[in-house]
């Protein structure tokens, strides 16, 4: 099994900034893409990022040229730095990693969650 736990979280106010992290633990044998999702109150998950094996990254267009995703796989862990934020970036933000052991198909792990909240 994996375990996903994520950290950074907190209350900032609007043009602040956060750095999020998420550490894989358990028995980890190949993890594909990581990233990072978030829920606002009354509406439904969305991407934020995620970063692929290779280092390849895809954000919403809502985060892009603000936030930048990183992975450090030595460590299992995946950061979300996120600059100049906005009220509209609050949310519930969810780690979530595709992992593998020796079966081909991949499966999705996600952590609790981490709230981030950016008062205007």
């Known amino acids: 099994q994996v375990q996903l736990v994520e950290s950074g979280g907190g209350l900032v106010q609007a043009g602040g900034s956060l750095r999020l992290s998420c550490v894989a633990s358990g028995t980890i044998f190949i993890i594909r893409t990581m990233g990072w999702y978030r829920q606002a109150p009354g509406k439904q998950r969305e991407l934020v990022a995620v970063?692929?094996?290779?280092?390849?990254?895809n954000y919403a267009d809502s985060v892009k040229g603000r936030f930048t995703i990183s992975r450090d796989n030595a460590k299992n862990t995946v950061y979300l730095q996120m600059n100049s934020l906005k009220p509209e970036d609050t949310a519930v933000y969810s780690c979530?990693?595709?992992?593998?052991?020796?079966?081909?198909?991949?499966?999705?792990?996600w952590g609790q969650g981490t709230q981030v909240t950016v008062s205007s």
């Open positions: 970063v692929r094996s290779g280092g390849v990254t």
């Open positions: 979530n990693v595709e992992h593998r052991y020796y079966s081909p198909s991949y499966t999705d792990y």
